[in-house]
């Protein structure tokens, strides 16, 4: 199993453009997450999922949409990338829920650089 | 509103010595508590979860935590530090409201601790 892949690894965007970041995982989970880590800051939640064809807001879901057409799917999309944009994503996926104690499933996260 | 504090953003050990790394969390509502670690440009591992059975919880690699209740705290220890444990390590909660459509799913991070081992 391949787990939780994420693609791409890397991007540079300019201020104003546009990119999808997609998630997928092969273990069958029906919850999906996107995180982004920042210096000093921890994780945080942007959206979420809790099976094909919904989606939720996070903590800070501001400047991004995404969509999870495919149970194995979860895309992020920036529609105007922004300096503040800058960041590491991660995707994350788990069973679903039990009261929220199951194991979250990171990938290895996108750096995006936005200029 | 739940929150997790990590106390020192980092921590210097000798190798060989006693690894302590603090968390403090605030729920309202009986949590979940875990501690991820993350190597150099990698993604996030789960070492150790506490879903309210033992309050000692053991993890991976030799890694250790307690829940303590009446201090609100779930400290990550380890007896003797090994160069390989140089890493982030992030505590996180969740809880059950959170899963029962009251609010954002998902976990909160504390901002993480990098720990570092001396030779």
């Known amino acids: 199993n391949a787990g939780v892949t994420q693609t791409p690894k890397f991007r540079v965007l300019k201020t104003g453009q546009s990119m999808t970041l997609l998630c997928a995982q092969d273990m069958n989970h029906e919850y999906m997450y996107w995180y982004r880590q920042d210096p000093g800051m921890g994780l945080r939640l942007i959206h979420y999922?809790?099976?094909?064809?919904?989606?939720a807001k996070g903590e800070v879901p501001d400047g991004y949409n995404v969509s999870r057409l495919k149970k194995q799917n979860f895309l992020l999309g920036l529609e105007s990338a922004a300096p503040s944009q800058t960041s590491v994503y991660f995707c994350?996926?788990?069973?679903?829920?039990?009261?929220?104690?199951?194991?979250?499933?990171f990938g290895p996260g996108t750096r995006l650089l936005v200029l | 509103a739940q929150s997790v504090t990590q106390l020192g953003s980092h921590v210097s050990v000798s190798e060989g010595a006693l690894v302590l790394l603090r968390c403090n969390y605030s729920?309202?509502?009986?949590?979940?508590l875990f501690w991820y670690v993350q190597y150099p440009n990698q993604g996030l591992q789960l070492l150790l979860k506490y879903t309210s059975a033992a309050t000692l919880v053991k993890g991976i690699n030799g890694f250790e935590a307690e829940f303590k209740k009446s201090e609100t705290s779930f400290h990550l220890t380890k007896p003797s530090a090994h160069m390989s444990d140089a890493a982030e390590y992030f505590c996180?909660?969740?809880?059950?409201?959170?899963?029962?459509?009251?609010?954002?799913?998902?976990?909160?991070f504390g901002k993480g601790t990098h720990l570092i081992i001396q030779p």
């Open positions: 999922s809790v099976g094909e064809g919904t989606t």
């Open positions: 996180a909660v969740s809880d059950q409201r959170s899963h029962s459509g009251g609010g954002a799913d998902g976990l909160t």
């Open positions: 994350a996926s788990s069973y679903g829920t039990s009261g929220g104690q199951e194991t979250q499933y």
């Open positions: 729920s309202s509502v009986p949590p979940y």
